[in-house]
């Protein structure tokens, strides 16, 4: 049963640096542009859902997806942030 918990693991953590970079480019693209073609019902609904698959993962104690989520919901907040700040500059 140990070999397949290494294989679990695994999949858990390809799955996790997958999801986190695949979230990369808009945060490259909001410090670009600002974040004005993302919504804010959007970021709101994917930071809940990331901030509650972080939490799962502090209650299952899985590293891959503290991980996965913890670095997503950065980014999440970056892109916020940025938005915010374009928001301001603006006006």
């Known amino acids: 049963m140990g070999s397949l918990s290494v ?12 999801t986190t970079i695949a979230f ?3 945060a490259i693209r909001t ?7 993302l919504s804010w019902m959007m970021l709101a609904l994917f930071g ?3 901030g509650l ?3 799962y993962g502090l209650l ?6 503290m991980l996965a989520n913890g670095l997503t919901g950065l980014q999440v907040g970056f892109i ?3 938005k915010v700040r374009r928001a301001v500059l603006k006006h």
């Open 7 to 18: 294989f679990t693991d695994t999949i858990g953590t390809v799955a996790a640096v997958l």
């Open 24 to 26: 990369a480019p808009q």
């Open 31 to 37: 410090w670009r542009d600002g974040g004005e073609g």
């Open 48 to 50: 809940s859902g990331v």
């Open 53 to 55: 698959w972080f939490v």
């Open 60 to 65: 299952k104690n899985s590293g891959p997806l």
């Open 80 to 82: 916020c942030g940025m």
